[in-house]
Nanobody
Framework: QLQLVESGGGLVQPGGSLRLSCVAS????????IGWFRQAPGKEREGVSR????????YYVDSVKGRFTISRDIAKNTVYLQMDSLKPEDTAVYYC????????????????????WGRGTQVIVSS
């Protein structure tokens, strides 16, 4: 069974850092793209970043460029999201999701294009 499990969320002050992990099981990471999404209370789910398991190519939405870094560890079947210079507006539940077949990102990350989802991990950025 395909499964994704996120971890690493928590409470941090503005300007702080967190590293989120997404452990995949039941499938090989190199056959999929993995995306990170977030959802704040009262708002719709939005894409944050994506990585191709096959070659490690990455994509970021403008709001996190230069602050967030997505990476993968094929041996551990894990995708990470390093979040630096965190802002209060980054507060949300963060989800990882798997996409198959892999698609080229044009205008953004769309939740409907990802089939498998983790349960999420909460990130709160507050002073």
């Amino acid at each position: 069974q395909l499964q994704l499990v996120e971890s690493g969320g928590g409470l941090v002050q503005p300007g702080g850092s967190l590293r989120l992990s997404c452990v995949a099981s039941g499938f090989t990471l190199d056959s999929y793209a993995i995306g990170w999404f977030r959802q704040a209370p009262g708002k719709e789910r939005e894409g944050v970043s994506r990585i191709r398991g096959s070659d490690g190519s990455t994509y970021y939405v403008d709001s996190v460029k230069g602050r967030f870094t997505i990476s993968r560890d094929i041996a551990k079947n894990t995708v990470y999201l390093q979040m630096d210079s965190l802002k209060p507006e980054d507060t949300a539940v963060y989800y990882c999701a798997a996409q198959y077949p892999v698609r080229t990102v044009h205008a953004g990350l769309l939740p409907d294009e990802f089939s498998y989802w983790g349960r999420g991990t909460q990130v709160i950025v507050s002073s």
